[in-house]
């Protein structure tokens, strides 16, 4: 069956850094279009990053350009979500979600909070 499952999530300081992963299996991963969202308490879940299937195309929302990246490896099923310079407003579940095949797939989130 189809499994996304989250991990890297933390603690961390303003300022630090994080590295989400999200390990897919179930499906075929090149042919999936990956994004990661987060949802913050009390407010709705919102569309971070997405990476189509051969990488080649990233789309960021504009509170996290030029501070996240998102990058994959087809090879290991695997897409990342590289957080830098994060803020005490990137705290929120993240989750990773697959589109492939006209079904969209959800992993279980990963807290990320970023306090001092």
């Known amino acids: 069956q189809v499994q996304l499952v989250e991990s890297g999530g933390g603690l961390v300081q303003p300022g630090g850094s994080l590295r989400l992963s999200c390990a897919a299996s179930?499906?075929?991963?090149?042919?999936?279009?990956m994004s990661w969202h987060r949802q913050a308490p009390g407010k709705e879940r919102e569309l971070v990053a997405t990476?189509?299937?051969?990488?080649?195309?990233?789309n960021y929302a504009d509170s996290v350009k030029g501070r996240f990246t998102i990058s994959r490896d087809n090879a290991k099923k695997t897409v990342y979500l590289q957080m830098n310079s994060l803020k005490p407003e990137d705290t929120a579940v993240y989750y990773c979600?697959?589109?492939?095949?006209?079904?969209?797939?959800w992993g279980q989130g990963t807290q990320v909070t970023v306090s001092s």
């Open positions: 979600k697959a589109n492939v095949i006209l079904r969209a797939y």
């Open positions: 990476i189509t299937g051969t990488g080649t195309t990233t």
């Open positions: 179930g499906f075929p991963f090149s042919n999936a279009i």
